[in-house]
C-alpha cells in the first residue's frame, strides 16, 4: 500500500475534507518532506494546473500522482451525471472527460464523487441510476482508452439518494458494460452507512481501487472513533496494494493534520 495526501487549489472550497491548500509546489515539497508517496489532486477544471509543471515536480520530488478529484464539475459549475437536464449531463460527461485526459498524463485515474449527483426531486431513482449508468459506462471506457481506470465513491446519505453502501456499490459496478470502473472506500462515508468497515471492505474485494484515509469525524487517522486496527486487516486481506489517502479536515492546521495522518499511516501499515 501507498501513503498519500490531497491537496486542493479551489479557494471556493476552502471549508473542505483536504489537508493542503492552494499551492501546489509548497504542497508537493511538504508531502514529500513527511515521506508521503503521493498526492492526490481536487482542481477547478483539467486546465487549471501545467501538466509539464506536475510532471517536473512529480518526478524532482519522487511523488506520484495518486488521482485528480473531478467534484469541481458539481461545486463550480452545478453539472452531475443525473441532473434531468440532458444537455447538463453532457455537460458533466465533457468535464470528467478532460479530468480522465488530464489525469491520464500523470498516470493517475479520476475519481467520481459528488458529480454522480442524485435523484433530484420529481425523478425516479431507477431513472436517475439508468442515466448514472450509462455516464459510467461513457467514462469508464473512455478511461480505458486513456490508460487508467475511473474511480467511483459511493457516499453518505446526507450527500446523495442512489448509492450509499460499498456492497450497492459493488453490485452497481458488476451492471456496467465497462470492467474499468473501481469502487472508492471513503472511511469517513463508511463510518456513517456500513454496519461494518472490515466486512464491508472484504465484501468489495477486488472492486476496490483507491481508499481515503480520514476518521470517523472527517478529521486525520487518530483524532475519531474508528476502529482502525481491523479495517487495516480487512484490507491486508483483499491484498489492497493501491493509495491510502488522506482526504480529511485540515485539522488543526493543513502541517499538523498531514503529520498526524503520515504517523497513523506508519503505525497501521508499518512503512
Known amino acids: 500500500m501507498k501513503s498519500c495526501v490531497t491537496i486542493a487549489l479551489v479557494s471556493s472550497v476552502k471549508t473542505g475534507p483536504w489537508i493542503y491548500w492552494d499551492d501546489l509546489e509548497s504542497s508537493m515539497r511538504k508531502a514529500a518532506t513527511l515521506g508521503f508517496d503521493g498526492v492526490e489532486l481536487f482542481t477547478a477544471s483539467a486546465d487549471a494546473v ?6 517536473r515536480l512529480s518526478k524532482e520530488l519522487g511523488l506520484s500522482i495518486a488521482a485528480v478529484g473531478t467534484g469541481a464539475g458539481k461545486v463550480i459549475n452545478g453539472l452531475t451525471l443525473t441532473d434531468p437536464d440532458p444537455g447538463i449531463r453532457a455537460k458533466a460527461i465533457a468535464f470528467i472527460q478532460a479530468m480522465i485526459s488530464f489525469g491520464a498524463t500523470v498516470n493517475a485515474p479520476a475519481i467520481i464523487g459528488s458529480m454522480q449527483g442524485s435523484a433530484a426531486i420529481g425523478v425516479d431513482r431507477d431513472q436517475a441510476l439508468a442515466w448514472l449508468t450509462d455516464g459510467l459506462n461513457t467514462l469508464g471506457k473512455f478511461a480505458e482508452t486513456k490508460g487508467v481506470t475511473l474511480i467511483y465513491e459511493p457516499l453518505n446519505r446526507y450527500e446523495t439518494n442512489l448509492i450509499n453502501h460499498l456492497e450497492d456499490g459493488a453490485s452497481f459496478l458488476h451492471s456496467l458494460t465497462t470492467t474499468n470502473v473501481r469502487l472508492l472506500a471513503d ?12 466486512d464491508s471492505i472484504r465484501q468489495a474485494g477486488k472492486l476496490i481501487g483507491h481508499v481515503h484515509f480520514a476518521d470517523s469525524n472527517r478529521r486525520p487517522i487518530g483524532t475519531g472513533h474508528t476502529q482502525m486496527n481491523e479495517v487495516v486487516k480487512a484490507l ?36
Open 50 to 55: 501545467a501538466v509539464d509543471t506536475l510532471i
Open 187 to 198: 472511511l469517513f462515508h463508511m463510518n456513517i452507512e456500513e454496519a461494518s468497515l472490515p
Open 236 to 271: 491486508y486481506d483483499i491484498d489492497y496494494k493501491d493509495y491510502i489517502s488522506a482526504e480529511a479536515f485540515p485539522w488543526p492546521t493543513p502541517d499538523e493534520a498531514a503529520q498526524q495522518t503520515i504517523q497513523s499511516y506508519r503505525q497501521y501499515f508499518g512503512q
